[in-house]
């Protein structure tokens, strides 16, 4: 199994309050990706890293924001927490030469109150 | 309206049953992947298939790549409680920058 951990594995906090999620890989793979799974929705990605300090926006990517300042850790922050970002937040990794192939993390479940 | 069509949404099976999930969509793919996650744990890539027609097989999982690129099916054979677990689709998408979108899965339930 790919060596990633996310922390918290669970969180419940309420509403308006800042939230940040860690993802933090042994595999030294450059490109990691942050995704929220909600049912009927499968993955959606959130944000996306090429490198250390090289992020880009995803197709569901309001309300977050996302910093990489080393190549083992991409962190997740919801400014402001809203009751519409309860989901199941997974992060991922991937080497460049095989994009396609995910490796993913074990998730972090949040409850916005 | 979703890039990909997962079906059935739910499927419920005695052990010993075949079945076939399907994914499609009007879009052509260079390329399909499916995943497998279990309750409480991230997906786990499955297979890749790339070809029109390709058939792959891993074990009792049969996966079959359409024709024209549009669409994928896996079909399980003698399904076994371990099988149990939610099925992904996923395809790379130029438009989101070369990144996987997901389909919204089958979830499976093999009761022994």
């Known amino acids: 199994d790919a060596g990633i951990t996310q922390s918290p594995r669970h969180k419940v906090t309420e509403t308006g309050t800042p939230v940040t999620l860690r993802c933090h890989q042994t595999?030294?793979?450059?490109?990691m990706y942050w995704y929220r799974q909600d049912p009927g929705h499968g993955l959606r990605l959130i944000h996306y890293?090429?490198?250390?300090?090289?992020?880009d926006k995803g197709e569901v990517s309001d309300g977050y924001s996302v910093s990489r300042s080393k190549t083992e850790d991409f962190l997740l922050t919801l400014e402001s927490a809203t009751s519409s970002q309860t989901s199941v937040y997974f992060c991922?990794?991937?080497?460049?030469?095989?994009?396609?192939?995910?490796?993913f993390g074990p998730g972090t479940r949040l409850t916005v109150l | 309206t979703q890039l990909l069509e997962q079906s059935p949404q739910f499927l419920s099976i005695q052990e010993g049953e075949n079945l076939t999930v399907y994914c499609n969509s009007s879009?052509?793919?260079?390329?399909l992947q499916w995943y497998r996650q279990e309750p409480g744990e991230g997906p786990v890539l499955l297979v890749t298939v790339v070809t029109g027609g390709e058939v792959k097989k891993l074990k009792r999982l049969t996966f079959q790549f359409g024709d024209a690129r549009k669409d994928s099916s896996l079909h399980i054979t003698a399904a076994q409680p371990g099988d149990t677990g939610l099925y992904l689709c996923?395809?790379?998408?130029?438009?989101?920058?070369?990144?996987?979108?997901f389909g919204a899965g089958t979830i499976l339930r093999v009761k022994s």
């Open positions: 991922a990794i991937s080497e460049p030469i095989s994009v396609n192939t995910q490796y």
């Open positions: 890293s090429y490198g250390v300090k090289d992020t």
């Open positions: 879009s052509v793919f260079s390329s």
């Open positions: 595999e030294n793979h450059r490109y």
């Open positions: 996923a395809v790379k998408r130029m438009e989101y920058g070369n990144k996987l979108v």
